[in-house]
């Protein structure tokens, strides 16, 4: 597709279960950016990859959050014995790195029950 | 620490009228970005406007102007004839690493009413 994509578009999971949440970005762009919305505010930076490796994972909240991207295309990620408090809309964006300017996908609501 | 301020939590106007949103911020750095996005329910945050700290000229996209200050560290957001379309969440945004690891504000709920 032509925008950034990502799936699901919703998740429901219970307390304590792990979750996966996909991007797929913009084909040919570098950079690859995970940030987290929470009800009623801005988002969050979480992480960021060039290519394959994240070259800034200092918005990660703690060692539940984990996130990939092994091809430097599609990025996954993955939250661990999620709770409550990880209830948001989690947004996925692209970059070519040259532009500044970023693409964002339609972001994935997760809710812990 | 680096933080970006909006301090009006919603704003409305009549159609084809203008109206203008406030943003502050805070940075250490002398080369930075700022940017405004709009997000509508589809909770897609689109780029409006993006302003070089360098440039000292106000960037300018055809409604979407800004009114960057940089000692007062204000980016201000002016929309001029409102369209029903420009109803959404606004949010004021920096970069101050240029990396693309933006510090968003509390966001703005704009109202354009017919």
């Known amino acids: 597709g032509a925008g950034v994509s990502q799936t699901p578009s919703n998740k429901v999971t219970e307390k304590g279960k792990y979750v996966e949440l996909r991007c797929d970005p913009i084909s040919g762009h570098t950079a690859l950016y995970w940030y987290r919305q929470s009800l009623g505010q801005g988002p969050e930076f979480l992480i960021y990859?060039?290519?394959?490796?994240?070259?800034?994972d200092s918005g990660l909240p703690n060692d539940r959050f984990f996130a990939v991207r092994p091809e430097g295309s599609v990025s996954t990620l993955k939250i661990q014995r999620t709770e409550r408090g990880d209830s948001a809309v989690y947004l996925c964006a692209s970059s070519d790195g040259n532009t500044g300017e970023l693409f964002f996908g339609e972001g994935s609501r997760l809710t812990v029950l | 620490a680096q933080t970006v301020t909006q301090s009006q939590p919603e704003m409305s106007v009549q159609e084809a009228e203008t109206v203008t949103l406030s943003c502050t911020y805070d940075t250490s750095e002398n080369n930075y970005y700022l940017f405004w996005y709009k997000q509508p329910p589809s909770r897609q945050m689109i780029l409006v406007i993006r302003q070089e700290a360098y440039k000292q000229q106000n960037a300018t996209e055809n409604r979407f102007s800004v009114n960057f200050q940089k000692a007062a560290k204000s980016f201000s957001l002016k929309i001029s004839d409102s369209q029903l379309g420009d109803t959404a969440m606004y949010f004021c945004a920096s970069d101050p690493s240029n990396t693309g690891k933006l510090i968003f504000g509390q966001g703005t709920t704009l109202q354009v009413k017919p």
């Open positions: 990859f060039q290519g394959t490796g994240a070259a800034d």
